[in-house]
């Protein structure tokens, strides 16, 4: 009787293996290839996405959609109906598609186009003309003419996004929008301040260059954003200063540091906000498209 085959290991059964040659010792990478990896690239599977999780941003005690956003001024309710339909709307970062769709005025965030769109109305955002002599308080102790004398007419608790020094007229954004005041007047932020400034002339070339390179002061440097001369007299000259500094008396220390001290000083602009015709000792309301580009410059 013949003895059964023995299986070889590692084969098939009933079938012997060739006799391997011995194995030589590893070889540096640079003596086979001369530089880079020895091993073949391997095909592999693409790796999947994870799927991104549905966010219901649905509030069933909230307010319709299209219907705050007419309230708020971005159009009429089928305007904005269709800004919904076509994906333009997006609800605390979730684009909304439904018209359906109710959310909660207070605590939800809306952007329309990558605009941030208000919707709550007890915000109030004013643009005031501070004249001369005027205080930035909203209730100087010692009794001083001060910004509250000039808001009798408005109820709500307003406090002013930074501060113009008595001797400094012009624009100056009155709020109760703490979120976005905090982040217009933070230097991180970068949002700019544009100043008129009347100086002693001639201005010397020099001047913006110095400005923009960084003068020291004596709590420390500071350098201009932009600097141009609009005018030139006799005797004295207007100035651009653009910058979002906010230390106190920025623009006039900085303007005598370089030998040209400031005459007189108003602040013409704040971001994307103008002064414009505003008459001194008044205000006015930001539209729906300026409070929207405040928040834009604002990184909001």
Known sequence: MTPPRKRASGGRPGRSQAPQPARRGKQSRTSRTGSGSTKRSQPTRPIAPS?????????????????LLAAAGVGSRRQCENLISEGRVQVDGVTVTELG????????????DGDRVQLDESRV???FNKPLGVVTSMDDELGRTDISDFLQSRTERLFHVGRLDADTEGLLLLTNDGD??????????????TYLAQVPGP??????????????????????????IVDSQPGKALVE???????????????????HPVISL?????????????????????????????????GM
Request: charged letters at 25%; a positive charge.
């Open 51 to 67: 799927p991104t999780p549905d966010i219901d941003v649905h509030d069933p005690d909230g307010v319709r959609l299209q219907k």
């Open 241 to 259: 200063v653009i910058l979002h500094e906010g230390r106190k008396h920025i623009v006039r220390r900085m303007l005598a540091e370089v030998g």
């Open 203 to 228: 201005v010397a070339r020099d001047v913006g260059k110095r400005l923009r390179a960084g003068v020291e002061l004596e709590d420390g440097p500071v350098t201009v954003d932009s600097f141009r």
């Open 125 to 127: 955002y004013l643009a």
């Open 180 to 193: 976005l005041a905090h982040r217009l007047q933070h230097p991180r932020y970068g949002v700019l301040k």
């Open 266 to 298: 108003v602040r013409t602009q704040v971001g994307p906000i103008r002064l414009g015709d505003t008459r001194p000792g008044r205000w006015r309301a930001l539209s729906a498209a300026e409070v929207a580009a405040l928040y834009s410059a604002a």
């Open 101 to 112: 769709v109710r959310i909660n005025p207070l605590t939800q965030i809306v952007h329309v």
